[in-house]
């Protein structure tokens, strides 16, 4: 230990020329880093269902579409449909769009003596009240339009927007250019016309995160700067104390950044967190650093002295905090979720570059400096911190009981609260509630047929889809799911069979249904093709042996979405026969992630406890690492009992809480534990120990618990639900923490007599 303490000091400036070195090579790559938020960064490409659904994609050649409505009391008024047209033209006119399709243009198939017809419903050239009223009759019942480009009330009109999806030459920047121009259409549509617009789809609501993201990136992070400027500035009352501390955290961001742009590992909705986790957690070390030396400069003949003195005390619990931290990040790294691990195994990476580079950085500042050296009196905000731990001090000693029973009722209450817990990931619950995005999705939901999506595939035997059997029998599944109220809207082939069908006999209802023959059958879907119809290819291959039912839905909890999946696939199983079947589409793949949520989540916890565990095990003994776990489980239940007593979901972001709070609060244990062993191999007193042991780490633990707490607690301003909900629970589990160290685990090192030695 002596060697190394000596190495940094004899060798600091060597040191220093070689974080030097290193931020500089990470700052080149600085530039490189993307920030993404598209499904791969929160599922595998490797992943099972992530493969089918890009086999999907590819399959039936989806393009991306982004849904634009607005709500009218007449839409088939002349007025409702010049604004339709006037919106339609619009549209069309913004970059990277290739389609857009509305009442104005969408086909309606109508029989004429030799076959059929497929027109736009609407003539806008030659507009009158006959044709509207014509077009209005025409499309009730017709689900090619209700609940597609118009509601089930015929009050909200609206407009599919099409742009090259993965598969057909759509590029991440084009979306994202396509959505700016679209927030500013609808920004102009309220000022200059006073209409309000609903945008949704899946490259809304990915480009509405990413502006969260962007957001909050460059909000939370300076405030959270600020404010543990702020603290340093109030406890130690100098400069130098509250701006070097600064540096090494800041520099551990840098090389992070650096390392994500060397590897080309994006940023995420989930990792937007690491820059203020980074901060807090990073400034630990050199807080300890400096409270320590504080106490030790006017003593000692020389700062080179006082600080080996300090970093000998300082260093061996303060690896052991940071490499604990490290694993509770580093324990994330086997969630199933890309996102997760990723931010797991930098914010590891984060924390212990933080750590590194204090030893060196607050060292050589503070001999530099020479600080503290004529510091004489205790300052005031000092005087008063050592009379608060002397009042806990003296609680601990004469209320032991009361103390313990006061934790267990908190404990036991809390628990009780975790079962109500729900499971909730949906891409949508990233934003809070009162977001436009959310609003949006609300509208298109209540109004349309949503935006969240199942796609049932099936296949046979080429021509199987042309079979009217097989027709029937797909007809059967739409019209079951069709029952349950959560389903907004099923389309496949059959449907568009059966349109064609009515339309052939006189537009009359009892015709809607699937024909008898295989004859029938391929005549109807030839004269579709041969007039023009190109919806066909969006139900079926080429070869009529694979086939597509869309399922759209309202959103979900997840367990509503299992139900509905145990539902769909019991419904497929009774209907299909012997045709092959497989579940996917973009809701099938936020299934996937949250019901992995949890079980990995749990391997998460287990591996972090593990190894925290045996490390103190090496560090206390057996009977130690046994006593240092217990005041750190109580965080865990408060947090999780808050999650079920406020209805905070576990998701993506409040998920990872558990593992990453046990590294973060046994941080505190960790020096009240090692601060009341150092002091027994002075005193013959257990219960002097740790007084002496409270009052010589106490103040540093409150200040880093506090940076901690006001670190965590700046992300609940965060636009991102998600985000906000992680920093609540963080900053509620490190308070219950800091209150566990300071009562819980003074009570049980002098019950237990631990390191007591006659």
Same mark, same amino acid.
Request: charged share 10%; with cysteine.
């Given at each position: 230990m002596k060697s190394i303490i000596n190495f940094i000091l004899k060798r600091r400036k060597i040191l220093l020329l070689i974080i030097l070195f290193l931020t500089v090579g990470f700052s080149l790559k600085l530039g490189k880093v993307e920030m993404r938020e598209d499904e791969e960064t929160f599922i595998s490409p490797s992943d099972s269902v992530m493969i089918k659904y890009r086999e999907f994609q590819k399959k039936f050649e989806t393009d991306e579409g982004v849904i634009v409505a607005f709500e009218s009391p007449n839409i088939f008024s002349d007025s409702e449909i010049n604004y339709l047209s006037s919106l339609h033209r619009k549209l069309e006119q913004l970059p990277g769009v290739t389609e857009v399709t509305s009442l104005i243009n969408a086909d309606k198939i109508t029989g004429v003596a030799d076959g059929i017809e497929i027109n736009s419903l609407i003539d806008t050239v030659k507009l009158n009240q006959e044709l509207l009223l014509n077009a209005k009759t025409a499309i009730v019942g017709d689900p090619m339009f209700e609940g597609v480009y118009i509601s089930q009330d015929h009050k909200v009109a609206s407009l599919i927007v099409t742009v090259p999806g993965m598969f057909n030459g759509g590029t991440d920047s084009l979306n994202k250019a396509l959505y700016s121009n679209l927030e500013t259409l609808v920004k102009e549509e309220k000022t200059i016309n006073n209409r309000e617009l609903h945008i949704g789809g899946d490259l809304v609501t990915d480009a509405s995160i990413e502006q969260l993201m962007d957001r909050d990136l460059s909000v939370l992070f300076p405030i959270s700067l600020l404010f543990s400027a702020i603290v340093l500035l109030i406890f130690y009352r100098k400069a130098i104390t509250t701006i070097v501390p600064l540096f090494p955290v800041l520099l551990a961001i840098v090389w992070v950044l650096g390392l994500k742009g060397w590897t080309g590992i994006p940023m995420t909705p989930i990792s937007v967190t690491l820059f203020p986790l980074i901060m807090v957690i990073g400034l630990a070390n050199s807080i300890h650093i400096i409270s320590h030396y504080r106490k030790i400069r006017p003593l000692a003949e020389n700062s080179i002295d006082a600080m080996k003195e300090t970093l000998f005390r300082v260093i061996k619990p303060s690896f052991m905090a940071a490499f604990t931290t490290a694993i509770g990040f580093g324990s994330l790294v086997v969630s199933s979720v890309t996102g997760i691990s990723q931010m797991g195994i930098f914010a590891a990476f984060g924390v212990m570059a933080a750590y590194f580079l204090s030893l060196v950085i607050i060292p050589s500042a503070l001999v530099a400096s020479n600080i503290f050296s004529k510091e004489k009196q205790v300052e005031k905000h000092s005087r008063t911190m050592d009379w608060v731990l002397q009042k806990i001090n003296g609680l601990n000693h004469n209320h032991q009981w009361k103390i313990a029973l006061a934790f267990l009722v908190v404990f036991v209450a809390m628990a009780l609260y975790i079962p109500r817990i729900k499971v909730e990931g949906s891409m949508a619950s990233f934003a809070k509630e009162k977001t436009k995005l959310r609003s949006d999705i609300r509208f298109l939901d209540e109004k349309l047929s949503g935006i969240n999506s199942y796609e049932l595939i099936l296949s046979g035997e080429e021509n199987v889809f042309k079979d009217p059997e097989t027709l029937k029998k797909i007809d059967g599944i739409e019209n079951e799911l069709g029952q349950n109220p959560d389903v907004l809207k099923v389309f496949g082939v059959s449907n568009l069979v059966k349109i064609i069908n009515k339309s052939l006999n006189e537009d009359k209802q009892e015709f809607f249904k699937v024909p008898d023959t295989e004859q029938e059958v391929a005549q109807y879907l030839f004269l579709y093709e041969i007039s023009g119809g190109d919806e066909l290819s969006s139900f079926v291959d080429e070869t009529y042996s694979n086939a597509r039912i869309t399922i759209r839905t309202k959103h979900m909890s997840n367990e509503k979405q299992k139900a509905f999946l145990e539902d769909l696939k019991e419904i497929t199983a009774s209907q299909v026969g012997e045709l092959k079947s497989e579940i996917s589409g973009f809701g099938m793949l936020m299934n996937h992630i949250n019901n992995n949520l949890i079980e990995t989540q749990i391997e998460s916890i287990i591996m972090a406890l593990g190894i925290i565990l045996a490390l103190m095990f090496v560090m206390f003994g057996w009977k130690g690492g046994l006593l240092s776990i217990l005041p750190n489980i109580f965080p865990i239940v408060f947090f999780l009992g808050l999650m079920g007593i406020v209805g905070i979901d576990l998701n993506?972001?409040?998920?990872?809480?558990?593992? *990453?709070?046990?590294?973060? *609060?046994?941080?505190?244990?960790?020096?009240?534990?090692?601060? !009341?062993?150092?002091?027994?191999?002075?005193?013959?007193?257990?219960? !002097?120990?740790?007084?002496?042991?409270?009052?010589?780490?106490?103040?540093?633990?409150?200040?880093?618990?506090?940076?901690? *707490?006001?670190?965590?607690?700046?992300?609940?301003?965060?636009?991102?639900?998600?985000?906000?909900?992680?920093?609540?629970?963080?900053?509620?589990?490190?308070?219950?923490?800091?209150?566990?160290?300071?009562?819980?685990?003074?009570?049980?090192?002098?019950?237990t007599k631990l390191f007591f030695r006659k």
């Open positions: 993506m972001a409040t998920s990872i809480i558990a593992s *990453v709070t046990i590294g973060i *609060v046994v941080d505190d244990t960790i020096h009240i534990f090692y601060g !009341q062993r150092e002091e027994m191999k002075l005193l013959n007193s257990p219960s !002097q120990a740790i007084t002496n042991a409270l009052t010589k780490i106490g103040a540093a633990m409150c200040v880093t618990s506090l940076l901690l *707490v006001l670190g965590f607690g700046i992300l609940s301003i965060s636009a991102s639900k998600f985000i906000a909900d992680f920093g609540l629970l963080s900053a509620s589990a490190i308070a219950t923490a800091l209150l566990a160290d300071l009562f819980i685990s003074p009570i049980l090192l002098e019950k």
